[in-house]
């Protein structure tokens, strides 16, 4: 209980702050690996290298998918208990 006295909850307007951040950041990375995408193969001719590239490239975009995922199923649960709370 001492530890609970000591929690300090975010308000609503903290939560919206993190929630457009982390939207900006996402766009930000995608656009990064979009980025990326179109120069990485520029003046490379190695085949080897080239598919390298795009794997690891399809790898980050995969985790970024999975991240974006993420957060859209924990933010679903907040605007559900955000909707429960005024339907009470």
Do not use: N, P, W
């Not at 993190?18 to 939207?23: G, L």
């Not at 598919?51 to 975009?61: K, N, S, W």
Request: aromatic share 6%.
């Amino acid at each position: 209980s001492h530890i609970m006295s000591e929690y300090v909850r975010m308000t609503d307007t903290e939560r919206d702050q993190i929630d457009q951040d982390a939207q900006i950041f996402m766009r930000t990375c995608a656009d990064a690996i979009h980025q990326l995408r179109t120069e990485a193969h520029k003046g490379v001719q190695s085949t080897q290298v080239k598919e390298h590239r795009t794997a690891v490239l399809d790898f980050i975009e995969d985790y970024l998918k999975r991240v974006c995922k993420l957060y859209s199923e924990q933010r679903a649960i907040r605007v559900k208990r955000v909707v429960d709370k005024k339907r009470l």
